[in-house]
T-cell receptor
Framework: KAGVTQTPRYLIKTRGQQVTLSCSPI?????VSWYQQTPGQGLQFLFE???????NKGNFPGRFSGRQFSNSRSEMNVSTLELGDSALYLCASSSPTTGEGYTFGSGTRLTVV | GQQLNQSPQSMFIQEGEDVSMNCTSSSIFNTWLWYKQEPGEGPVLLIALYKAGELTSNGRLTAQFGITRKDSFLNISASIPSDVGIYFCAGESNTGNQFYFGTGTSLTVIP
């Protein structure tokens, strides 16, 4: 089966701009979680969506937001980009019925200049 | 948010050696997972553990769910160059729906 697909793979934005990242989960997976990964901070949880509702939220400012559509695809938006937002953004999907934990996408590498 | 203590932070070993790394938490977890991440890619699940005391193998990899439910261990036997990467542990809390990740162990295998 197809894995978790994240688009785009790479993105360069200017400070102050906004960005939208996309994640298509594995078919049948209804939970989508987003993580920010930086060399110094490791994997930091952003938020989790299940059936179009945000179920959990990490400790990130309001500039970071997300949503999930009825087909379980999810988008993450960052407004007013800062240099410190440069990171690998990972999306992971899971299914509570299989208990297989997360399956991650390859991530979107965001560089803010 | 909660973060797990993973050690060691990095390892440099000779090809053929065995590797051990562990993860500890102040909280009890229902599930422990071990992932490997290679450069430019997302983490890939290696082993999942669902019961205290469980010992599970995947090829040369063996992981254990600690009896106290607050720790987990990963061992790699007879390391090879393709074992290079960052290994992460992850635990699912009692409340479910969220996994907490360790800080990662960077493994370098010297041929």
């Amino acid at each position: 089966k197809a894995g978790v697909t994240q688009t785009p793979r790479y993105l360069i934005k200017t400070r102050g701009q906004q960005v939208t990242l996309s994640c298509s989960p594995i078919s049948g997976h209804r939970s989508v979680s987003w993580y920010q990964q930086t060399p110094g901070q490791g994997l930091q949880f952003l938020f989790e969506y299940f059936s179009e509702t945000q179920r959990n939220k990490g400790n990130f400012p309001g500039r970071f937001s997300g949503r999930q559509f009825s087909n379980s695809r999810s988008e993450m938006n960052v407004s007013t980009l800062e240099l410190g937002d440069s990171a690998l953004y990972l999306c992971a999907s899971s299914s509570p019925t299989t208990g297989e934990g997360y399956t991650f996408g390859s991530g979107t590498r965001l560089t803010v200049v | 948010g909660q973060q797990l203590n993973q050690s060691p932070q990095s390892m440099f070993i000779q090809e053929g050696e065995d590797v051990s790394m562990n993860c500890t938490s102040s909280s009890i977890f229902n599930t422990w997972l071990w992932y490997k991440q290679e450069p430019g890619e997302g983490p890939v699940l290696l082993i999942a553990l669902y019961k205290a005391g469980e010992l599970t193998s995947n090829g040369r990899l063996t992981a254990q769910f600690g009896i106290t439910r607050k720790d987990s261990f990963l061992n790699i036997s007879a390391s090879i160059p393709s074992d290079v990467g960052i290994y992460f542990c992850a635990g699912e809390s009692n409340t479910g729906n969220q996994f907490y990740f360790g800080t990662g162990t960077s493994l370098t295998v010297i041929p």
